[in-house]
């Protein structure tokens, strides 16, 4: 166990509509990150923040929004949804804003139909 | 850009036996980190081992440890005494870090299975 918690678990909606991945990152931890990994495309980072702030982004599509809240916890938020999108996703946490071990949930995973 | 090749998809391990999971990177930093990961079919991440572009030393951890080349830019896992339970997919990660922004680029992973 990781100490990342994400949920939920198995998310499964239709094309057009939105939903939102939540992620919990482990007990004193600054930094979350997002990563999807889809079989086409693999395992790709999306988006890092660090203490409440948008730092790095990836490959991040302008459907997708993500927040870090004063509690830490983060949220990831898909609109829009396509078949494409149905992926599993992953948040990840660091001690800091750089330079440390992330350490990654069990991830959600989304199927779109 | 940062490129982490993974050239085995799929590798057939006896239990017992030692086995090296190839990962070669290319980047123009001086500074970088490489990660291993496995992810068991259950689908979690799982943090094995770390190497700083500056280490000296190989990195173990159990019986994971990592042949750090840096002159052929290759950082290949190395899994002694293999057991059923190494059966998973493995990723080599290469972090990049700038100004405090931080990212893993990952390669495609091996599928390593252990035959009892």
């Known amino acids: 166990d990781s100490g990342v918690t994400q949920t939920p678990k198995h998310l499964i909606t239709a094309t057009g509509q939105r939903v939102t991945l939540r992620c919990s990152p482990r007990?004193?931890?600054?930094?979350v990150y997002w990563y999807q990994q889809s079989l086409d495309q693999g395992l790709q980072f999306l988006i890092q923040y660090y203490n409440g702030e948008e730092r790095a982004k990836g490959n991040i599509l302008e459907r997708f929004s993500a927040q870090q809240f004063p509690d830490l916890h983060s949220e990831l938020n898909l609109s829009s949804l396509e078949l494409g999108d149905s992926a599993l996703y992953f948040c990840a946490s660091s001690a800091g804003q750089g330079g440390d071990t992330q350490y990654f949930g069990p991830g959600t995973r989304l199927t779109v139909l | 850009a940062q490129k982490i090749t993974q050239t085995q998809p799929g590798m057939f391990v006896q239990e017992k036996e030692a086995v090296t999971l190839d990962c070669t990177y290319d980047?123009?930093?001086?500074?970088?980190?490489l990660f291993w990961y496995k992810q068991p079919s259950s689908g979690e991440m799982i943090f094995l081992i770390y190497?700083?572009?500056?280490?000296?030393q190989n990195a173990t951890e159990g019986r994971y440890s990592l042949n750090f080349q840096k002159a052929r830019k290759s950082a290949n896992l190395v899994i002694s005494a293999s057991q059923l339970g190494d059966s998973a997919m493995y990723f080599c990660a290469m972090r990049e870090t700038y100004f405090g922004n931080e990212k893993l680029t990952f390669g495609t992973g091996t599928r390593l299975t252990i035959i009892p």
């Open positions: 007990s004193g931890d600054l930094s």
């Open positions: 190497q700083g572009s500056y280490d000296e």
């Open positions: 980047t123009s930093d001086q500074s970088y980190g």
